[in-house]
């Protein structure tokens, strides 16, 4: 469902109940918290990135976590991160997949949590493990994250949204231990955040025509990537979308008996080859120096 806005903005409706749940959880528990770890997609470090994370986590010292760096445009993606940094955010880039080293991230959050092991030892008090909260949209890369630090699979993992479902504590190590929470949105989603989001499946695929979404990604590339879009679907798009998919279907196999061709295959294919990562060096979300 979507309506405009007196800007003439188009939202998307997406608010699913759980989400509310799950923010009202989140400022009922905050007091246990002592660091937040905020997730997003560094393909798109701004459609991912909660627009009211720091309302609901109450000023707590933050690090933002740019996730599946390994899959961005880097060139782009640190534009965004310098623009986080200028903001006052602490920012690391990390890949998830094969052997990861995340000891950068544990040292880092040592480090920001300095002065509250410190504070703690003035007051005489004993010191105990850092209480992390994990937050972040649906599909970022949560779970992943918390199953790398623990080293063992402490939650479920897909690429699908909506896999953790309750806020959990998981035991990272002797230091550290992270409270767990479902992926959230906000209740309306721009229309170019909420494709963004759709291309990356951040949000469920019945939420948008699914026809749609791979025509936007498909116009992402043509726009920012002609030389992805060329080795990997068409030269150029054309107007007719239709006859783009054709092509694609053609060249890629997806096809009926008969040799006509399967839009819908083409369409799955399109959107699969975003989620499984088979698409490369990509980020949706541009830096124009005045952005949020």
Avoid at 58 to 86: A, F, Q, R, S, V
Wanted: aromatic content about 8%; charged content about 30%; overall charge positive.
């Amino acid at each position: 469902m979507s309506n405009i806005d007196k800007q003439g903005k188009v939202h998307i409706n997406h608010y699913p109940g759980h989400m509310a749940k799950t923010k009202r959880l989140i400022k009922e528990n905050i007091k246990l918290i002592d660091l937040v770890y905020e997730v997003i997609d560094a393909r798109m470090p701004f459609s991912s990135k909660l627009i009211d994370s720091d309302e609901i986590t109450k000023g707590k010292p933050k690090l933002i976590i740019m996730t599946k760096y390994d899959l961005c445009d880097k060139k782009e993606t640190d534009k965004w991160i310098k623009h986080y940094e200028n903001k006052g955010y602490t920012v690391l880039p990390v890949n998830l997949e094969g052997n990861v080293n995340l000891k950068p991230l544990i040292n880092l959050t040592m480090k920001i949590m300095n002065d509250f092991n410190q504070k703690r030892k003035e007051a005489g008090l004993k010191t105990r493990k850092i209480r992390v909260l994990v937050i972040g949209i649906p599909n970022v890369g949560k779970s992943t994250l918390i199953n790398r630090l623990s080293g063992r699979k402490a939650t479920s993992t897909g690429n699908k949204p909506g896999v953790t479902k309750n806020l959990s504590w998981i035991r990272v190590n002797n230091d550290i231990e992270l409270l767990d929470s479902p992926g959230i949105l906000w209740p309306k989603l721009e229309e170019n955040k909420a494709f963004n989001l759709a291309s990356f499946t951040a949000i469920k695929e019945e939420v948008l025509p699914l026809f749609e979404v791979a025509e936007y990604i498909l116009k992402s590339l043509a726009k920012y990537y002609p030389e992805i879009l060329k080795e990997r679907y068409t030269e150029n798009l054309n107007e007719d979308i239709l006859v783009t998919l054709k092509e694609i279907g053609i060249k890629r196999g997806a096809l009926l008996k008969g040799g006509e061709v399967d839009y819908d295959k083409v369409i799955s294919l399109i959107i699969n080859d975003v989620k499984n990562g088979y698409i490369k060096g990509v980020t949706f979300d541009r830096y124009e120096g005045n952005n949020d």
